[in-house]
């Protein structure tokens, strides 16, 4: 079972940035895909971010040009110019498949963690 932990959530304003970083319980960074979701309330959980175990990166549409997924010791997703849009909760996670497979066909990794919030005021 992989155990993944997510810290550097918090409140910013408009334009902003923040910096979350997810550590695994094992090291997988080479062997997993990873990747950042979010989700709001009575919305359904959406893909942000991945990294394939081959180093290819994929970004929602939304998030292209401000957000940048990175893995060095530990998966890292800068947030720059932060939008109140972009408030939610997110979750760091894990698969063997190919995250751009998993976040282009909408479907759900299999390795969580407990997420942190992110709130952006304008």
């Known amino acids: 079972q992989v155990q993944l932990v997510e810290s550097g959530g918090g409140s910013v304003q408009s334009g902003g940035s923040l910096r979350l970083s997810c550590v695994a319980s094992?090291?997988?960074?080479?062997?997993?895909?990873m990747g950042w979701f979010r989700q709001v309330p009575g919305k359904e959980r959406e893909g942000v971010a991945g990294?394939?175990?081959?180093g290819s990166t994929s970004y929602a549409d939304s998030v292209k040009g401000r957000f940048t997924i990175l893995q060095d010791n530990a998966l890292y997703l800068q947030m720059n110019s932060l939008k109140p849009e972009d408030t939610a909760m997110y979750y760091c996670?894990?698969?063997?498949?190919?995250?751009?497979?998993?976040?282009?066909?909408?479907?759900?990794?299999?390795?969580w963690g407990q997420g942190t919030q992110v709130t952006v005021s304008s």
């Open positions: 996670a894990a698969d063997l498949r190919r995250m751009s497979v998993l976040l282009a066909l909408g479907l759900m990794p299999n390795y």
């Open positions: 094992e090291d997988i960074y080479n062997s997993y895909s």
């Open positions: 990294i394939d175990s081959d």
